[in-house]
């Protein structure tokens, strides 16, 4: 089994304005993840953020990851997965889960080795946990699905939340991922930060050939990443985390801080924007 971790430090926003476009990918931009037979993971010091992907060929199990420092990857953490690939079974303390494309398993601290099965083609995000939740499946019946935007302004949107206070007991974890109407292409415009909490994106289901342009940094200081199907940003708690298609796609947005309270944001009026 191939396990390949890579490890990202937290910079501050003073440093990250300094930054040409190489710097900026390095720091903040994830790219080769979903290689078959193999699980990549990026360990993000905000927040002590994992994510990653597991595309198995046959199976492969998740377990001692050097990095954490602990005996076993969920010893002290848990975690969230989505499959953006076909129905697979994911394997967790001896109970077998079925997980339809776009539902989301989470994985409760102290678990154990976690073992995925083809044809999955698996996102995950693990954040450290201060005590065991439920493992659990959530359907997109089971998420919560809210409506934001309009077709005027090119973002209407439905984010649905998977990791949620109402739908599911989590740590530090809050995730989903939101999808557009059509014609919509921006996501989170207006734009937001939150001190309390990073964020991470994976935008998938970008069409061949095109791209999305995310946005981050403080609100006076933004720049922007240019990103193709099954690429990741890493969003600082202090950076705006936005983007346009040049055509509809998916991303699955996640969180870890100091709080699970989705709505908790400081909203970033357009004329303050630079
Ligand atoms: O389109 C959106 O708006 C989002 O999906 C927002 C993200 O979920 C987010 O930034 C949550 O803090
Ligand atoms: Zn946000």
């Known amino acids: 089994m191939t ?25 903040f931009h994830v790219g080769g993840l979903f290689q078959t037979g193999e699980i990549r993971l990026v360990y993000s010091h905000y927040d002590r953020l ?17 990095e954490t420092g602990t005996k076993t990857f969920l010893e002290r953490r848990e975690m969230g997965l989505l499959n953006i690939g076909e129905t697979a079974e994911v394997e967790v303390a001896g109970a077998r889960h079925r997980i339809a494309k776009g539902e989301v398993l989470y994985i409760g601290m102290g678990a154990g080795p ?28 089971m998420a919560r699905h809210v409506e934001l935007g309009a077709p ?4 209407e949107r439905t984010i649905h939340q998977f990791i949620h206070p109402e739908v599911v007991d989590s740590c530090q974890l809050v995730m989903g991922y939101t999808q557009f109407k059509p014609g919509s292409l921006w996501n989170t415009m207006p734009c937001h930060t939150h001190d309390r909490r990073m964020e991470a994106y994976l935008y998938f289901d970008v069409p061949e050939g095109q791209r999305v342009f995310h946005f981050m940094g403080e609100p006076s200081e933004t720049r922007h990443m240019v990103i193709a199907n099954e690429e ?12 346009a298609g ?29």
């Open 152 to 155: 005027e302004t090119a973002n």
């Open 50 to 66: 994992i994510l990653g992907s597991a595309v198995p060929s046959d199976s492969l199990t998740l377990n001692h990851v050097a």
């Open 3 to 27: 396990l390949t971790v890579q490890t990202r430090y937290a910079i501050d926003p003073q440093t990250a304005k300094t930054l040409d476009t190489e710097g900026l990918r390095d720091h």
């Open 232 to 243: 990741a940003i890493i969003s600082p708690p202090w950076s705006i985390h936005a983007g």
């Open 114 to 141: 976690v073992t995925f099965h083809a044809p999955g083609r698996f996102y995950l995000l693990s954040a450290p946990a201060h005590r065991a939740c439920a493992t659990k499946l959530v359907t997109f019946e």
């Open 246 to 274: 040049t055509a509809a796609y998916t991303f699955c947005w996640a969180m870890a801080g100091d709080n699970v309270d989705f709505t908790d944001m400081d909203m970033i009026a357009m004329e303050d924007l630079r």
